[in-house]
């Protein structure tokens, strides 16, 4: 018997058009990968021209800027020898500065009488005053302490894996201001371990000088005057008695070394001079800095950078211009990138340039703050 199958009686066939919705979302997504991939190759075509010599002063600071970073000072050797990157790192750098400070220099609390952009002050301070300044390429705010008694290292010794933040450091100390400053392990944002040397209200708290080479010591003595002292190569013996010697209360440790590694740089100005440099004297970034007047109020300054704002950051020929515009005998750079952040009077001045970290800071081990 013929069995002919009836169409009609057929299963109905499924689409061949698939689903509207799941087209939607391929044509979205290879929208977004075309976007991402175009995004990468421009970005990546942009740092080669950075790199290139179409513009050597752009390739100058462009190569030192990110040399100075944690994460991205790699980029550089994707596109050029190590013998170019040193070469460029040597006509934007700074020249060797090991003069030591003199105290003689430092009148604590001979107020009214600093020499100001070329004018005496003559005019009653406040004991604590916040300056905003702007630059070209960075926004900052300077805290000028009257009195540099207030002034002292707070940390969270004995030390640990993980760190704090600015606030919870000033506000443990029952301080109202504070900054960052000093040498420590950053990666991945532990902070609990700080680098070389630290003294906190006359206690030595870590004595490692040889953990890095180009270690300069940061502090102030118990005459309340600040102290730059090159300890490079010395060992612990020799630190501690340093530390004696000069009676310092409260200390950091910040490297000097001018190379294809860190490119960082700690002296400003030293007994009124100010470093020589080559060009700008390094790249463009957050920066945070200590300097003393002849008066012995000190100067506390965070800058912005990184795009924050807008602003790509300040050179070291930045540092040295506001510190001395601002009376500075002595001077130096405490550290700077994703780690400067000043807070003030319950609030945060000046915070870290990471995006996850927008309203606050990096976590840290130290800070110098303000009693």
Not at 52 to 74: C, D, H, N, Y
Not at 97 to 111: A, K, M, P, Q, R
Request: net charge negative; hydrophobic share 40%; with cysteine.
């Amino acid at each position: 018997m013929d069995r002919t199958r009836n169409p009609s009686n057929r299963a109905p066939r499924k689409s061949t058009h698939g689903n509207p919705a799941a087209k939607i979302i391929l044509q979205i997504l290879a929208v977004f990968l075309t976007a991402i991939v175009i995004l990468a190759l421009t970005l990546v075509i942009s740092v080669r021209m950075m790199c290139s010599e179409i513009s050597p002063a752009a390739q100058r600071m462009f190569v030192t800027t990110l040399l100075e970073t944690g994460q991205m000072k790699f980029i550089p050797s994707l596109f050029l020898s190590e013998e170019k990157i040193q070469e460029i790192v040597n006509t934007n750098s700074m020249s060797s500065f090991d003069e030591e400070v003199d105290d003689s220099l430092i009148s604590v609390g001979n107020f009214g009488s600093v020499d100001i952009g070329g004018t005496e002050t003559g005019k009653e301070e406040k004991d604590i005053e916040v300056i905003e300044i702007s630059g070209p390429t960075y926004y900052a705010n300077l805290i000028v302490v009257k009195d540099p008694s207030r002034v002292s290292v707070a940390s969270i010794f004995p030390w640990r894996h993980e760190g704090v933040t600015l606030d919870k450091l000033v506000n443990d100390a029952g301080a109202i201001a504070g900054i960052n400053g000093g040498l420590y392990n950053s990666y991945n944002n532990s902070g609990g371990t700080p680098y070389g040397v630290v003294v906190s209200n006359g206690e030595i708290q870590l004595n490692e000088p040889n953990q890095w080479p180009g270690l300069v010591l940061i502090g102030l003595t118990e005459d309340n005057i600040l102290q730059i002292v090159n300890i490079d190569g010395m060992s612990k013996a020799q630190v501690e008695s340093l530390i004696k010697d000069k009676k310092i209360r409260d200390a950091v440790t910040f490297q000097e070394e001018n190379s294809d590694v860190n490119n960082h740089f700690v002296q400003l100005v030293i007994n009124g001079e100010a470093r020589e440099l080559n060009g700008k004297g390094s790249g463009l970034n957050p920066r945070t800095a200590i300097g003393q007047r002849a008066d012995g109020a000190l100067l506390l300054l965070v800058t912005d950078g990184r795009g924050k704002s807008g602003h790509l950051g300040a050179s070291a020929s930045d540092l040295i211009n506001i510190m001395l515009e601002h009376g500075a005998v002595n001077a130096a750079n405490l550290d700077g990138g994703s780690s400067s952040c000043m807070y003030y009077d319950g609030e945060y001045l000046m915070t870290s340039v990471t995006f996850y970290y927008t309203n606050a800071s990096w976590k840290l081990p130290l800070a110098f703050v303000v009693n």
